[in-house]
Structures are given as structure tokens and as C-alpha cells.
């Protein structure tokens, strides 16, 4: 893959958009000035259609009104009805039936219209990859409906809907990178899917992995913090206690999901070995799985997850 080097404050500019003033790192750098980027950027959201980018377009102007994102996800019915499954499943259908897509946008949450519209629809091109898409296009149904859950189950309400959402996107840079990068990369990802390892050969191959390239692209898109920023760092190990922001606690509760999910998949039972480490790591304990607590929502994160993957199949 063909690397450049970008001037140093047009570096600063775009790691600002999504690591709120961290200094920016080598392998932000190269993200942002990968083939996969420029192909997003220039040509813009060719894999989406119309009525996506006429939202994110929408979203991003100050007379922004809900109104018309409705109207304008109402002009695609795949993509709108996608949605009204989304808020009428299992996980959020407790009060009711949604009928519009208003309800259920505001339901899943409004302020991440024009993200919950490009999930949706990154959900459809993982599918159209078939094979290995499809088990990226689970895993972040899986993802997304586990961290939500906990979100719940842990009363942090608030953070439920951000979660959902970086769940969803959180490994959507593969996406961009099977689709515009190296031809041999679907086959890495298929080896590595279980490994839990990928970005690592990402970072030697490229120097950056799918969690930067897929942050930067919806950061570049506009989707509103904290979504791009908790995807950016969905494989950053924070280690120790440190200050319980709510970026924080969002943090735990996706890296947590991300791996619950794949466990899960595993077909691995609440006794499992895998499980008590994950409880007892640090990742864990900060989220608050405790020894106890995450065998006990095994059986029930389990129909989560399945639920949810019946939503997008
Ligand atoms: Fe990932
Ligand atoms: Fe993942």
C-alpha cells in the first residue's frame, strides 16, 4: 500500500477530530493519508447510496433538523425499514412498537442520526461481501447488542445508545480496507479473526490499523464524538484504574463486548476459563464484570447477542 506523509498541521487537524487533543501519533498520520482514506475521502461515499450522503451532508449544516433526516432516510425504504427492526428487536422494543422512523430514530437516539444510517448501511455491504464480511457484520451486531446490554444492566443509561452505535462501527475500517486495500487483506482477515491480533499485523504491515482508518473516515464524515474517538481506541489497552470519565466507562464497556461477543460465538459456556479472564482483567474490573457478575449475564447476554444477529441477517 502506497504511503505518503502529510504536512504537520494538516496532521494535527485531523487527529484533533477524534483524539480531543492527544498529540498526533505516527500511526494516525499514515491513517489518515492511507489509499483506503484518500479512496473515502475523494471519492466520497461512492459504496453508499444517495440518500446516505445527502445525510451526512444534512447532519453537517447548521439548520440540521431531524424532520428532514427523517424525510430523507424515508426515500430509502431498505434502509429505514433496517432501522425500525433495529428499534422494534428485543433490546429496544420494551415500550412499544415503533411505526416511524422518527420514533424509532429517536428511540435508538437521535443525536447519532446520520451514524446509525451509515451502520446501517455498512451492515448491508458487509453482507454483500459475503464470507468473511458476514462474520464482521456479526460479530459488530453481536458487539453493539452486548455493550449496549451492559450499558443497561450497569444503570449507565446514557451511554447506551453511543455504545450501540460504536459497536456497530467499531470494526468498520476492515470494511473500507477489504474493499480499497491490499487484495490479500480479506484472507488476513479470515485467519485472524479469531485471534484477536489483527490490528497488530495492520500496524507492521501499514503502520496503522482498522481502528485509526475507520475512526478517521467517520470523524472526516462528521459522525459526532464520542463515536469516532471510542473506535479509534477500540484496541487500546488503557491498564490501571485511571479517572471514570464517561469516555472511559464507554471505552471499557465496547473492548469488553468486543471480546464477550467473540466468546460467545465461540460457543463458550459461563464456566469457561476464557470467561473468568475476562472478568478478572483489567478491562474487566473497570467495567465492573466482576468474578461474579459476568458468569450470572452469560446465559442472558447470550439471547442478546442472538437476537441481535437475527436482526441484520
Ligand atoms: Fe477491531
Ligand atoms: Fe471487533
Redesign the pocket.
Known amino acids: 500500500m502506497q504511503k505518503h506523509s502529510l504536512p504537520p498541521t494538516s496532521a494535527r487537524e485531523l487527529t484533533a477530530l477524534w483524539l480531543d487533543g492527544a498529540s498526533p501519533s505516527e500511526s494516525d498520520l499514515r491513517a489518515a493519508n492511507s489509499l483506503a482514506a484518500h479512496l473515502a475521502r475523494f471519492d466520497g461515499l461512492r459504496p453508499f447510496s444517495g440518500v446516505i450522503q445527502r445525510l451526512v451532508e444534512h447532519v453537517s449544516t447548521p439548520d440540521f433538523s431531524l424532520d428532514e433526516a427523517c424525510r430523507l432516510i424515508e426515500l430509502d425504504p431498505a434502509l429505514a425499514s433496517r432501522i425500525l427492526r433495529v428499534a422494534n428487536s428485543a433490546a429496544y422494543g420494551t415500550y412499544g412498537s415503533c411505526a416511524s422512523v422518527a420514533q424509532a430514530i429517536f428511540r435508538i437516539g437521535a443525536t447519532h442520526v446520520s451514524g446509525l444510517a451509515i451502520a446501517m448501511s455498512a451492515m448491508t455491504m458487509f453482507k454483500d461481501l459475503g464470507g468473511v464480511g458476514e462474520k464482521i457484520r456479526d460479530h459488530s451486531a453481536g458487539t453493539a447488542a452486548v455493550a449496549r446490554e451492559l450499558a443497561m444492566c450497569f444503570n449507565q443509561h446514557a451511554l447506551s445508545s453511543k455504545v450501540f452505535l460504536a459497536g456497530l462501527l467499531?470494526?468498520f475500517g476492515?470494511l473500507l480496507l477489504i474493499q480499497t486495500g491490499d487484495p490479500s487483506y480479506a484472507s488476513m482477515v479470515a485467519r485472524d479473526l479469531a485471534a484477536g491480533s489483527?490490528?497488530l499485523r495492520e500496524q507492521a504491515l501499514w503502520g496503522f490499523d482498522?481502528?485509526i482508518l475507520g475512526a478517521h473516515i467517520l470523524a472526516s464524515w462528521r459522525i459526532p464524538e464520542p463515536i469516532p474517538q471510542l473506535i479509534a481506541c477500540?484496541?487500546q489497552a488503557k491498564g490501571g484504574q485511571g479517572a471514570v470519565t464517561p469516555f472511559a466507562r464507554a471505552l471499557d464497556l465496547l473492548r469488553v463486548a468486543?471480546v464477550i461477543d467473540w466468546l460467545l460465538g465461540q460457543g463458550c459456556t459461563a464456566d469457561s476459563p476464557w470467561v473468568k479472564r475476562l472478568a478478572e482483567s483489567p478491562d474487566g474490573v473497570r467495567a465492573g464484570l466482576g468474578e461474579q457478575t459476568l458468569p450470572a449475564l452469560w446465559k442472558h447476554l447470550r439471547g442478546v447477542r442472538e437476537e441481535a444477529l437475527l436482526v441484520f441477517t
Open positions: 467499531h470494526d476492515k489483527l490490528h482498522h481502528a477500540h484496541h468486543d
